[in-house]
């Protein structure tokens, strides 16, 4: 008997790691290892370089090994997205898996899925965001132009599936946990990320990840670190990834608040490889956000068994239990900082972190198969 067949369209190799490419690739050997046949679709060209914040698009890491990527749609073409369309439809796969992540990619993806489900194929959209965070023009056309486009719909936040249905009623959808990253490599000691790192041992590093942007409320953060009891405990803050907004009002922070000297600025991409040393070296992520729907930071905290502080927005609270697995606070920077002073003052992470092992369990891969196999069977 042949192997059923799927197909992921969406994000990458040989675009950089980011959240969505290092879940689609990991989804992919997730239906490996169940025994499917699996081909991504990627793009040829994903953003225009004058859309694009960062330093590049693309990855300088070796390619995923034992998987099938094709580089062939691009973002902006029409005749390219009928072209993918056909070819997909052609193939005539057992079933189709499209990642949504912003309005933009509505009218590619959006005329690809139409011409792909014209052949009886099911087609089900993972949607990270339906209104994204920094909303423009024309954001909530978009999406409904894409939302018209598949059979069923996969969140994994409650506040994208009330999105979703403000949009369309009928349609099947399933809201399901986010998977563990568990594709950084296995955890390092403290000692020894520490060590790769050129950073002294004497101090404990609350780690801030990610590409910068407003809405992730970096400002909150260097603020809470202001705060006079802070600054005489034996921590650091540990700010990485790549500014793609302007980074002046962030430097200025803390310029005014005399915190230099408790901030280590990293402003550049980190590669999959090096993400594990990030992660280990520190006793706390902490996630400031000022809006979102889910975020990949926090599976990828988990999976290193690192507890969180994060803000009550978005679906970040359906995933950290409060005062177990870290703690939920308000995007405020003075109830920031209260948490990050309990959390040091009476030595919680030792018993956070036991709590986030026995809890993630249930943050699976294979989960995620079993709840696209439901929506469609049900």
């Known amino acids: 008997m042949s192997k059923k067949k799927v197909i992921i369209i969406g994000s990458a190799y040989p675009f950089r790691g980011g959240g969505i490419s290092t879940f ?8 490996q290892e169940s ?17 694009f914040p960062g330093t590049t698009q693309y990855s300088n890491e070796a390619p995923p090994e034992g998987l099938e990527i094709k580089i062939k749609i691009n973002s ?27 309005p933009f990619m509505a009218p590619c993806l959006g005329t690809i899925c139409r011409i792909i489900k014209s052949g009886r194929i099911d087609v089900v959209a993972i949607t990270d965001n339906i209104i994204p ?9 978009l999406a409904k132009y894409f939302v018209k486009s598949v059979n069923y719909f996969v969140t994994m936040s409650k506040s994208v ?14 809201l399901t946990v986010h998977p563990l990253y568990d594709n950084f490599g296995k955890p390092v000691s403290k000692e020894s990320a520490i060590k790769w790192l050129g950073l002294s041992p004497d101090f404990h590093y609350v780690l801030f990840f990610g590409f910068i942007r407003e809405y992730k409320g970096l400002d909150l953060l260097l603020k809470a670190f202001s705060h006079p009891e802070i600054k005489k405990l034996p921590i650091r803050l540990l700010v990485v990834g790549e500014f793609y907004v302007d980074s002046s009002s962030y430097l200025k922070i803390i310029e005014d608040n005399q915190i230099k000297d408790i901030v280590i600025l990293k402003n550049e991409f980190v590669p ?16 400031p956000y000022k809006n979102a729907t889910q975020s990949g930071i926090t599976q990828v905290s988990f999976h290193f068994n690192k507890p969180i502080i994060t803000t009550n927005v978005g679906g970040l609270s359906e995933i950290v239990t409060d005062d177990k ?3 939920i606070v308000e995007p405020k920077s003075d109830e920031i900082s209260i948490a990050i002073l309990k959390y040091f003052n009476l030595n919680k992470e030792s018993v956070f972190t036991e709590n986030i092992k026995e809890a993630k369990i249930r943050f699976s891969w294979e989960t995620m198969i079993n709840t696209i196999d439901d929506l469609i069977k049900n």
């Open 24 to 31: 689609n690739e990991r989804l992919a050997y997730a239906y």
């Open 35 to 51: 025994g499917y046949e699996v081909t991504i679709y990627t793009f040829s060209l994903q953003y225009p370089s004058i859309f």
């Open 76 to 102: 902006i073409n029409p005749f390219n997205w009928i072209k993918i369309g056909r070819e997909i439809k052609t193939f005539k796969p057992d079933l189709v898996i499209v990642r949504f992540w912003i």
């Open 133 to 141: 965070h920094e909303r423009k023009p024309f954001d909530k056309l």
């Open 161 to 174: 599936l009330s999105d979703l249905e403000s949009l369309d009623k009928k349609k099947p959808k399933k």
């Open 272 to 287: 999959n490889t090096e993400v594990v040393y990030y992660f280990c070296a520190s006793s706390l992520v902490v996630q």
């Open 325 to 327: 697995m870290g703690y």
